[in-house]
């Protein structure tokens, strides 16, 4: 296992408006003595001056923390994820968005967490969004969870089993977990390139749970989420309500289900699932508030009736790690 500390892994591409505040936003952490700490910069194929800024930020840096820096020349942020993930030194992984600006306890508090519930798969906490005094649009309120904005849990504590809402910002995973899931087979599907759909946190929250390891949300962990700069249209809100929900987890939850020794009843399966979301839909329509659940099955609908061949491969793809890991609870009986 890796030393106890942790890793604050940043993904960047082209974050030289938005990687600033971030980084300050880690000089303010209380970090309680004897706690180690890292920070690594992942720069996800720039062609800005992200790189020059980062190492002012490592000349000016006050405290003594290693800042190491990474290029990751494939682009889509899963390909940053991995780099960042195999290079971070400590048990503890956290994913900071270069826009997100974590409260100034927030490593504290997730180690803390850890110490008391070792067995935690991933911890994550939610995002306030921030709009540098820039106008926020008028139906942003309602559709903030798919910028991961808005508290999305009631209280600190596990989710339910099949409950897979940890946002990937602010997001905290072990590296004995990581490592097991990788060694499996486990790899990203979703943003493994420029333009692909987003959504490799929730795969991960998938491979995290099959695992038969659990999520754990924690509201003392907070961070505010930029959204200036113009980023938040309209145009941009139908490619997130496409993305968080996306249809690569139908063929998870058919992979799973089947797995591990009736891997080819997929036909079968896919006939099912399809009634199962027309009747699903069928139901939601009659509902009041749901529009976003009813966007995100007809999208599901949508596009696995279009592009049934690649789903099918992608189910082939997956199955082998999904039957590897199914209830093999590699964290249960471990202490931090």
Not at 68 to 87: I, M, Q, S, T, W
């Amino acid at each position: 296992m890796a030393p106890f500390g942790i890793s604050v892994i940043i993904c960047t591409h082209n974050g030289v408006k938005r990687i600033g505040p971030t980084l300050e936003a880690l000089k303010s952490q209380n970090i309680p003595s004897g706690l180690q700490w890292e920070i690594l910069i992942i720069d996800n194929g720039s062609t800005d001056d992200t790189g020059k800024i980062t190492e002012n930020f490592r000349d000016s840096f006050q405290l003594n923390v290693p800042i190491r820096f990474f290029h990751e020349p494939l682009l889509g942020k899963a390909y940053a994820l991995v780099k960042g993930y195999n290079e971070s030194k400590f048990e503890l992984m956290l994913i900071c968005d270069d826009d997100n600006w974590l409260q100034p306890d927030y490593l504290h508090i997730a180690a803390g967490t850890f110490r008391q519930n070792p067995e935690i798969g991933i911890l994550g906490g939610y995002g306030i969004a921030e709009f540098r005094g820039e106008e926020r649009p008028s139906w942003f309120e309602k559709w903030q969870q798919c910028y991961a904005c808005g508290k999305h849990h009631d209280k600190t504590g596990f989710l339910s089993p099949g409950d897979v809402t940890i946002w990937g910002a602010g997001s905290v995973i072990r590296k004995t977990l990581w490592l097991f899931l990788q060694e499996n087979g486990f790899h990203f599907i979703n943003n493994t390139g420029p333009g692909k759909p987003l959504g490799e946190d929730v795969e991960l929250s998938h491979a995290v749970i099959y695992s038969g390891t659990r999520l754990y949300f924690d509201d003392r962990l907070w961070y505010y989420h930029d959204l200036s700069g113009g980023r938040i249209t309209r145009e941009n809100l139908m490619k997130q309500v496409k993305s968080s929900g996306s249809t690569l987890f139908v063929i998870y939850s058919i992979a799973y289900k089947n797995s591990p020794d009736r891997k080819n009843r997929y036909n079968r399966s896919f006939a099912r699932m399809i009634i199962s979301l027309i009747i699903n839909l069928f139901f939601q329509s009659l509902k009041k508030n749901n529009e976003l659940s009813r966007k995100h099955l007809s999208i599901q609908l949508i596009e696995l009736a279009t592009h049934r061949k690649m789903y099918r491969s992608i189910y082939f793809d997956i199955f082998p790690w999904i039957s590897h890991v199914k209830g093999a609870c590699p964290l249960k009986g471990t202490s931090l």
